[in-house]
């Protein structure tokens, strides 16, 4: 498949995690248009288990959506950080707990039809209590979720964003094989 190829790029926006740019790219046919992207930060998606086999789900309002969503714990990769020491930090800061075994389980992009944001996707398990706060998490709170009662939660949109089901059904592929 022939891809498209980018003949300008001008950024619009910077703000302080995004960016957004808008290139004029080439069509495979010769047709020029334009595509709008977010530029957005790699970022980790942990998908963490406790000894009671309950998943660690967080409960936060959502802005751009206008609602509170229940999600798996994610967050940013921080400048010169790297992604386990990311999931580390977002563990302590949206749960109170630190792992002690952490499992890359893949990754995926977020919204590839205009967005450069990659998750980076781990399982968390062996928690310990270990509290870091950070300013933006006071009002996230944690929900321990019995593991068998996730397929019901996504069947019925209570777990609604692509990260945590993404991150459900990897993990259940990686359950498989180990």
């Not at 619009?12 to 595509?35: A, C, K, N, W």
């Not at 800061?93 to 990659?118: D, H, I, N």
């Not at 310990?128 to 944690?142: F, G, H």
Request: aromatic share 6%.
């Amino acid at each position: 498949m022939a891809e498209e190829q980018t003949l300008s790029s001008r950024l619009i926006y910077e703000g302080r995690t995004v960016r957004l740019r808008v290139d004029t790219v080439q069509m495979p046919g010769g047709r020029e248009t334009t595509r709008e992207i977010v530029e957005h930060s790699d970022c980790v998606a942990i998908v963490a288990i406790d000894a009671d086999d309950n998943v660690l789900l967080v409960n936060q309002f959502r802005e751009a959506v206008g609602k509170e969503l229940l999600e798996i714990p994610a967050g940013g990769i921080e400048p010169g950080e790297d992604a386990v020491a990311a999931v580390l930090r977002e563990m302590q800061e949206e749960t109170g707990y630190l792992p002690g075994k952490v499992a890359r389980l893949g990754g995926f992009y977020a919204a590839p039809g205009y967005c450069t944001e990659y998750l980076h996707l781990y399982l968390a398990t062996d928690l310990t209590p270990s509290q870091l706060y950070a300013e933006d998490t006071e009002s996230i709170r944690l929900v321990p979720v019995p593991a068998s009662q996730i397929p019901g939660l996504i069947t019925s949109g209570d777990i609604c964003d692509a990260k945590s089901i993404a991150g459900w059904l990897t993990y259940l592929e990686y359950q498989e094989r180990h």
